[in-house]
């Protein structure tokens, strides 16, 4: 009985370690699977063939947003610093690389959060409707979200209005140059030659100082209007306000 016990006492162990190893295994290719993502990102974010996957098709289906990918360690300085990341579409999401690999994998958490990002579209334009001529002082809108699934909104607000009108001017002298480079090259492609040399890069600029801007966060779209409308209206403080002015956010419902 002994030597019996010890046989199947040595095959279980031996079954054992097998599947151990088979685990290991299995965790090892499944680290070794994750590489770079391209796109912008904070850090040194990589992610599982599928998440890369899921990530390109959920930035494709929010098209008017842009993301920015930030690796687990990098999350502390992402939250920091998110007013210094600016974007060209409408709202700028900032989002780790385990939050993408968990939407990947796990159905309901994924739903939560393109639910969050849904929702935000028609918020945001609410609030812009909201800030009325005054949204041109907002350089970029975004969002965060934390460890626990809690959305937070973020604004960089020009502070002021002589900071509003360098900035707006400067996107027209953009608009001036690249309008003229575009009948420049198309000039050149009637004429056949060769250009010796490409068009320079246009350094992302907003044309206003970090002395005249200012990050206001909030947890919701309510609170980050209030902020945004203390800063917009600061300077008009010693004018007389319409009626038509004093209620702007009032009456909008955010709960969509």
Do not use: C
């Not at 600061?234 to 004093?246: F, L, P, Q």
Request: hydrophobic fraction near 30%; avoid cysteine.
């Amino acid at each position: 009985m002994s030597e019996l016990s010890g046989n199947i006492a040595g095959a279980y162990g031996s079954g054992y370690s097998r599947q151990t190893e088979q685990v290991k295994e299995q965790e090892t290719q499944k680290t070794q699977k994750k590489t770079n993502v391209g796109g912008r990102t904070i850090g040194n974010p990589v992610l599982s063939e599928k998440a890369q996957k899921y990530y390109e098709q959920l930035k494709a289906k929010f098209s008017n947003m842009e993301f920015i990918l930030v690796s687990p360690d990098k999350k502390e300085e992402a939250e920091r610093n998110k007013g210094m990341y600016q974007s060209s579409k409408e709202l700028l999401v900032l989002i780790d690389s385990d939050k993408i690999e968990k939407m990947a994998e796990d159905e309901s958490y994924r739903l939560k959060y393109e639910g969050i990002l849904s929702m935000a579209t028609a918020q945001m334009q609410q609030m812009k409707t909201s800030l009325g001529a005054n949204a041109e002082r907002v350089s970029s809108f975004g969002m965060t979200f934390d460890d626990y699934g809690n959305a937070s909104f973020f604004a960089v607000v020009d502070k002021s209005l002589e900071a509003q009108k360098e900035r707006i001017e400067e996107k027209r002298e953009q608009n001036r140059k690249e309008r003229k480079e575009a009948a420049k090259e198309e000039a050149e492609k009637r004429l056949e030659e060769r250009r010796e040399n490409g068009p320079g890069k246009t350094d992302k600029h907003d044309g206003v100082s970090a002395g005249n801007r200012v990050t206001v966060t909030a947890s919701s779209w309510e609170e980050l209007l209030k902020k945004i409308e203390e800063i917009a209206f600061a300077d008009r403080a010693d004018s007389v306000m319409t009626e038509a002015e004093k209620s702007l956010g009032q009456n909008l419902d955010y709960s969509v």
